[in-house]
């Protein structure tokens, strides 16, 4: 079983204006001391189509973290606008939280978003490019989605393994300063960036 | 009910409520549910009595076995995901709902996780408490079976290893000493508890068995005669078979099912043919009732007494039955499918027979066994006892507190440790930290640039005064939101009585379907605002739901998230020399999740496993190094002979002294050796050395004793050989050659005269002021050197050394002066001055002190104040032990043995035992009771022995009239 049970989210500042932050209060609890810290994420679901327009917002490292029950607010910026299909800013998406343990994700959180244009005009006469200011996200606090996942909470054994059983030469081994050329140039990275994969 | 299945049901020991386990919507699930309802119309309709108690959804895989602990405080449940959980009611009280739950149903009862147990490999198909809780067992799809020490989880005792299929069942012979399995590879194997290892191995009522039932689940009689396996066939048709447990012969089985039988439950109770009223009491052998499920739907109730079975219910359900729970009280029954239903089946006594009572029913344990199964199994017949003294309320609570604080799974704390939830606030209401929480958090960044939150500790783990209802509260608006102004109104009209009432009954503030009503103080144009957002989002809610395209997002695992590092940067504003790192250890995530889950599982397994032996290794290491512990205590010689006095000294004269040359000399005599020493006391340090022979002076010889005591030295010169010494911290005494016996104090001064010995010394002793002495012609002396007297004077042990090859193995001298005799033939004898006769104090041939129960009755936490010399002779009586004066030691004995008659419940010895320490109450010349007893006050000692009397509910009332009668005495 989990040694971390998420108690509760509660859905801060709902619903708000498109660009407004995400804010979500968790509240969880801990059976015994964790030795490493949790890794939340918030993931915006850019479309129901593909998750190639999923966005993480951010990620937080949350520790140390005792045996108990604790909570915190983790606030993450609105997504990226320009990420988005513009077919797709209209509507009902999903956010997503999620919490890795060990770089193991034990429990993954959605809810629904419905974007809407507070203006009856608009409504009735969307505009082809979507007007982001006058958006409305209201996330469908009521009914969280919640799934959980089996990992092993007893030691990153596994990694280490893994690595061990991975091909020396492969990327995943060679030292970071090998690749700068891989990432991405800093002056292009929008505020918000794609989860490529 | 729901229509997954539903694998397992189990009826708390108290009869009020009862748990399922089995399929959730995407894991395991545990319900608890009040059996009320069940049992009656009234309370099924009544919307105040609520049906379920408390769901649990921890279990990430389908549940197949709930059990409850037979004393009723723990649950446990084992399921696909390879763990047994154990659960305990939490002590707080109110209802909350599991975050996330489809169902919106609040828990009533709060029960927590409070230990896991990992170490199968494989789902964990059934488990089962042993007879008074002792062990856990666990058997899994792994083929192995594991006990877990359930006073101590996690521990584990054991893995019994044998079994080369699915173990689908398991369970505990009622007396404890065996507990059997049946897998699906054709066997069922019963395990000695003793040693663990296998008993027997049945194979033959199986090898026509295909393995295709998902749960095998057998059980045993509670006469403990007959133990009956679900799945077996005979002659190609499906069947329960029977094994009885004298030679575990195979003759009988149930045959009837059409199908596989899945499950078969003993009722746990043993009854008796009604006696109709009128007809003349008939002599009748008590029987057991038995239920057998089967995959074909259909569930028989059989009577070990009748050829065929009492009742027959086809089509119970619309598929296999998983499970059958009987009520404590044997006449009702629960039964489980898996369509997803459970049945309520209700017996009368007419139909099933008179039920024996606790006490009857231990007697025929009794007879079978020779020992009742006595407390632990009366004391959930008792819970429904009515206690009539607020003092053995206050003995049975303390004592369930201690024993949930010391032998509660995991260890765990006790609630009463955990700080007050406002001590961990500051005094600060939640309400106001959670306004604050985002400013006040503390965040800071890590090395590689990340943001990292200190989450705020709001409860210990368990405190009992913390409210879950705060979890379904309205969110708290951060002041500085844009969107706070405009929803001021709406919270303010949440607030407002009209509005709470309405929604006083939804589980979480649920801002969709929040119409905020026309606000009179609001401005107008937010009123509109207001207005038509609630329509807006009234439809968009509708519109969510068909919204299936996304569903999947919510249940699957990313793939990779390497976006993470994007986002960071972007907030952080890394250098891009930082970046490709996190890159890579993204996409090294991304690689170990996209393998097979069943890989990944399979690795973890071998990690458990490393991870086991990997604890494993330090325990044998300290086992090691306890035994070379042990080893170095046994070598110096010194030590032993502080311990153990003079007595090293007799022991190698048994084997070294030829036997007596004159006939007179019953026992042997320690030859003499050239030069020794002993250490004769550790506080102070005495040590004593002897060199015999050292100087010719005239012809005779010398022989110098030397005595060292706190590094100070004198010594002696003797005009004969040394034979044994001996001493204390007060007196040494030597024995010579020439049947002189020398008595020093410890400075070097004689204390008595040279004393003349008829026969030479055998073994010498000396204890405080007292010298014993044991003479080669079987005469016993010990003299009180403070009082120059004779305790007991040449006293023959030739009443006590009966048959020709009894010898003396062993003596020892109290510390009161009570001499000790061990001899050959396991008997230990002391001589009571006072009765001026040898006393038996115990007789390890006597079968009787084999047997006796005493033993466990033995309290742990006692056992150094059993290291006095009557544990090591193994004291019985406590008669014997006043004569040996050992007070502290009486005081130990007599509460094992005040322990011992309350746990087999012989109330008329009880009561004498207190007659005997209250005495009368009112003064009259004519008693002749002694108000102590060794120096100790005898209702002091009642006092004491009180409260154990009192863990017994049975004795409430001898415990209430003790109690009462002291209080009197002190008030005069």
Redesign the interface.
Same mark, same amino acid.
């Given at each position: 079983?989990?040694k971390v +049970?998420?108690?509760?989210?509660?859905?801060?500042?709902?619903?708000?204006?498109f660009g407004?932050p995400f804010?979500f209060?968790i509240?969880?609890?801990c059976?015994e001391d964790l030795a490493e810290?949790l890794e939340w994420?918030i993931?915006y679901?850019g479309s129901?189509?593909s998750?190639e327009y999923?966005?993480?917002?951010?990620?937080?490292?949350?520790?140390?973290?005792?045996?108990?029950?604790?909570?915190?607010?983790?606030?993450a910026?609105a997504p990226n606008t320009g990420l988005i299909p513009e077919s797709d800013a209209v509507?009902?998406?999903?956010v997503?939280i999620?919490c890795t343990y060990r770089?193991?994700?034990f429990i993954?959180?959605?809810y629904?978003v419905?974007n809407?244009y507070?203006d009856?005009e608009l409504?009735e006469n969307p505009p082809i490019k979507p007007d982001y200011t006058q958006l +409305?996200r209201?996330i469908?606090?009521?009914n969280?989605?919640?799934?959980?996942?089996?990992i092993?909470w007893?030691?990153c054994? #596994?990694?280490m #393994?893994?690595?061990e059983n991975?091909d020396p030469s492969s990327?995943?081994m060679?030292p970071?300063?090998c690749?700068?050329g891989?990432?991405?140039?800093?002056g292009v990275?929008?505020?918000?960036?794609?989860?490529?994969? | 009910m729901l229509c997954k299945p539903i694998f397992s049901v189990d009826i708390h020991p108290d009869g009020t409520k009862f748990a399922t386990g089995g399929q959730g919507e995407d894991s395991g699930k545990v319900m608890i549910w009040n059996m009320a309802p069940v049992l009656r119309e009234e309370d099924e309709k009544n919307e105040n009595i609520p049906k379920m108690l408390c769901q649990m959804d921890n279990h990430l895989a389908c549940v197949n076995c709930v059990r409850w602990s037979n004393n009723g405080l723990y649950l446990a449940s084992g399921g696909d995901d390879k763990l047994v959980m154990v659960w305990r009611r939490a002590a707080f009280i109110g209802p909350s709902t599991v975050f996330g739950s489809s169902s919106k149903l609040a828990n009533v009862e709060q029960w927590r996780c409070v230990t896991i147990l990992r170490n199968h490999t494989g789902d964990v198909m059934d488990v089962a408490w042993s007879p008074h809780d002792v062990w856990l067992a666990s058997c899994s799809v792994d083929n192995t079976i594991v006990i877990w020490n359930a006073r101590k989880f996690p521990e584990m005792v054991t893995t019994l290893r044998g079994h080369t299929g699915l173990v689908k069942g398991l369970t505990w012979d009622p007396v404890g000493k065996y507990i059997a399995s049946q897998a699906d590879d054709h066997s069922l194997k019963v395990w000695r508890t003793v040693d663990w290892q296998m008993e027997a191995n049945i194979t033959k009522p199986f090898s026509e068995c295909g393995g295709t039932t998902h749960v095998l689940r057998l059980s045993w009689s509670p006469d403990g005669q007959y133990l009956v396996s679900a799945h077996a066939m005979n002659n190609s048709g499906p069947t329960a078979q029977i094994v009885e447990r004298d030679g575990w012969k195979t003759n009988m089985d149930f045959v009837g099912h059409r199908k596989a039988v899945t499950v078969v439950k003993f009722n746990p109770k043993i009854f008796k043919k009604k006696q109709k009223n009128g007809s003349s009491p008939k002599p009748s052998c008590p029987y057991c009732c038995c239920a057998v499920g089967s995959k074909d739907r259909s569930l028989s109730v059989w009577l070990t007494s009748l050829k065929r079975p009492l009742v027959v219910i086809h089509d119970l359900f619309d598929k296999s039955i998983m499970d059958i729970s009987w009520t404590l009280t044997g006449l009702g029954m629960l039964v489980c499918s898996m369509d997803g239903t459970v049945a309520y089946l209700d017996f009368s006594l007419d139909e099933l027979g008179d039920p024996l009572n606790e006490e009857e029913k231990n007697s025929i344990h009794q007879n079978i066994y020779g020992k009742s199964l006595a407390i632990t199994s009366t004391e959930a017949q008792l819970s429904t006892t009515i206690i009539e003294n607020p003092e053995v309320l206050k003995y049975q609570q303390e004592r369930q507190n201690s024993a949930q604080a010391n032998s509660g799974p995991g260890g765990a704390a006790p609630e009463s440790s955990a700080p007050k939830l406002n001590s961990v606030m500051n005094g600060e209401s939640l309400e106001d930290i959670r306004k604050n929480l985002l400013k006040k958090q503390v965040e800071t960044r890590t090395a590689d640039g990340r943001r990292r939150i200190t989450p705020l500790c709001i409860a210990q783990l368990d405190t009992g005064d913390f409210s879950p209802a705060l979890f379904n509260s309205v969110p708290i608006l951060p002041s500085g939101s844009s969107m706070s102004s405009q929803l001021t109104p709406q919270l303010s009209s949440d607030s407002s009585p009209g509005q709470a009432s309405s929604m006083g009954l939804k589980p979480t503030h649920d801002p969709m379907l929040t119409s905020p009503p026309p606000n009179n103080t609001a401005k107008p144009l937010e009123d509109n605002n207001d207005g038509v957002k609630s329509s807006l989002l009234l439809t968009s809610a509708s519109k969510i739901e068909p919204m299936k395209a996304l569903d999947s997002r919510f249940t699957e695992r990313s793939k990779a998230t390497p976006g993470v590092t994007a986002a960071i940067s972007s907030t952080a504003g890394l250098t891009p020399l930082d970046r490709p790192k996190d890159g890579v250890t993204a996409q090294k995530e991304a690689k170990t999740k996209e393998e097979t889950s069943s890989d990944s599982e399979d690795k973890m397994a071998a990690i458990n496993k490393n991870l086991t032996f990997g604890k494993r290794k330090p325990e044998l290491l300290l086992d090691g190094g306890e035994v070379v512990e042990k080893r170095k205590k046994g070598r110096p010689r010194k030590d032993k002979m502080a311990a153990s006095m003079a007595q090293p000294f007799t022991q190698p004269s048994k084997v070294v002294a030829p036997p007596a040359p004159v006939a007179v000399l019953k026992l042997p005599t320690p030859s003499t050796q050239k030069a020794f020493s002993l250490q004769v006391s550790m506080e102070p340090s005495v040590f004593l050395e002897v060199e015999n022979e050292v100087s010719m002076v005239a012809g005779s010889k010398l022989s110098q004793l030397r005595c060292s005591r706190d590094g100070r030295d004198w010594n002696t010169l003797l005009p004969s050989s040394v034979v044994v010494a001996a001493g204390s911290s007060d007196i040494l005494a030597v024995a010579c050659e020439d049947r002189m016996l020398s008595v020093f104090s410890s400075c070097g001064r004689r204390l008595l005269p040279a004393i003349q010995l008829g026969t030479p010394a055998s073994a010498l002793h000396c204890s405080a002021h007292y010298v014993m002495v044991l003479t080669a012609g079987a005469t016993l002396s010990v003299w009180d050197v403070q009082k120059q007297k004779a305790l007991v004077k040449n006293e023959s042990l030739l009443t006590i050394l009966s048959g020709a090859d009894t010898t003396v193995s062993q003596s020892l001298l109290t510390q009161q002066g009570v001499p000790v005799i061990g001899l050959s033939n396991g008997k230990s004898y002391c001589f009571s001055s006072s009765l001026e006769t040898w006393t038996l104090i115990a007789d390890k041939s006597d079968s009787l002190v084999q047997c006796a129960d005493f033993r466990s009755c033995l309290p742990s936490h006692d056992t150094p104040a059993s290291s006095g010399p009557l544990a090591v002779m193994q004291g019985r009586n406590l008669n014997n032990i006043k004569c040996n004066k050992e007070t502290q030691e009486y005081r130990y004995w007599l509460l094992i043995y005040a322990r011992f008659l309350v746990n087999e419940g012989s109330e008329y010895r009880l009561r004498e035992l207190c007659k005997e320490l209250l005495g009368p109450v009112h003064k009259s010349a004519a008693t002749s009771w002694e108000p102590t007893t060794l120096g100790l006050r005898k209702r002091e000692l009642l006092r004491e022995v009180l409260p154990v009397i009192g863990e017994n509910l049975r004795f409430q009332r001898l415990f209430t009239e003790y109690q009462d009668q002291l209080e009197l005495l002190r008030n005069k």
């Open positions: 079983m989990a +049970q998420v108690l509760n989210v509660a859905v801060l500042d709902n619903p708000s204006p407004n804010q209060e509240t969880f609890e059976m810290d994420k993931i679901v129901a189509e998750e999923d966005q993480i917002l951010d990620s937080v490292l949350v520790g140390p973290v005792p045996a108990g029950r604790h909570m915190f607010v983790f606030q910026d509507g009902v998406t999903v997503l999620t770089s193991q994700e993954r959180i959605g629904y419905n809407e507070t009856p409504r +409305q209201n469908l606090a009521s969280p989605r919640v799934t959980r996942f089996h092993n007893e030691g054994a #596994e990694r #393994e893994d690595s991975v990327n995943s060679l970071p300063s690749l700068p891989k990432a991405p140039p800093l990275l929008p505020d918000n960036s794609m989860d490529c994969l | -």
